[in-house]
């Protein structure tokens, strides 16, 4: 589990530079998700990627306006938008506004989460 978490970490840490935005704040609440969807959501995040991001950012969004049908979930609207703010302006700076109340009203969502499965 550990080699996992280390693999992670040293991939993350190495794509940092290369995210799109740039958001160090965004960076911390994508490591706060389970490794497959942050390791998911940074390959969305890089540069290069814009043309599979824009579309699983509309997809997403789909999914979160559907949220009253099984398995789709409001939860999907916010990540729709964040992956689509890399690539408009306007949502930009609306992401920057809520990754400021975030900052400022739930600072422990920034802190580096603990191993879900340590058993030390």
Known sequence: MSTVSDERTTKTEG??????????????????????????FTYLLKPSNRWVRIPSGTLLIVGGVLSFLPILGVWMLPLGLALLAEDVPALRSSRSKVLDWVERKKPHWL??????????
Do not use: F, Y
Request: hydrophobic share 20%; charged share 30%.
């Open 15 to 40: 794509t940092t530079g290369q995210m799109a935005g740039g958001d160090p704040r965004l960076d911390k609440l994508v490591h706060r998700l389970p490794p497959r969807m942050g390791d998911t």
């Open 111 to 120: 802190e580096p989460s603990a191993p879900k499965n340590d058993q030390s």
